[in-house]
């Protein structure tokens, strides 16, 4: 048996004690926060990427080797970049490049592949790391009764 704390050393250990409790439940707390923003900020990708490629593939259909214009090269390096910052150690969407804004834009064939792999990128993210979320609503709820 070990030796004896004073009451003094015991009310002191119980309140280090319970202000270590407190620091680990706000750390918990901040990083669910953190968790529920990512998700939120994933769901907004998923749209506006879902919603450029259903476009982009009736254009595809109609005319595959058409080049792009201006605006959707700039919609899809956002899109590229947006995944790239939620959607980390994926070697698919790691190998994924922003096309260049100068000269020749990229034909609708090629843009339709790399929509595809930033869709199939989240979709594999969202498995992995969110299931247990199932909507945007759930998400704003959740996040409104950690504040």
Do not use: C, W
């Amino acid at each position: 048996m070990g030796p004896r704390l004073t009451p003094e050393e015991l009310r002191k250990a119980k309140e280090h004690k319970k202000k270590e409790e407190e620091e680990m439940e706000q750390q918990l707390l901040e990083k669910r926060k953190q968790e529920i923003k990512t998700r939120i900020r994933l769901e907004q990708i998923s749209s506006e990427l879902n919603g450029l490629y259903q476009e982009i593939d009736k254009i595809y259909k109609k005319a595959p080797e058409e080049p792009i214009s201006d605006l959707t090269v700039e919609n899809v390096n956002n899109l590229i970049k947006d995944t790239k910052e939620i959607v980390k150690d994926d070697p698919y969407i790691d190998r994924v490049k922003e096309f260049v804004p100068a000269g020749d834009n990229p034909e609708y064939r090629d843009v339709i592949i790399v929509l595809r792999q930033l869709r199939q990128g989240l979709d594999r993210f969202k498995q992995i790391y969110f299931s247990h979320y199932e909507n945007l609503s759930d998400l704003v709820a959740a996040l409104e009764e950690e504040e």
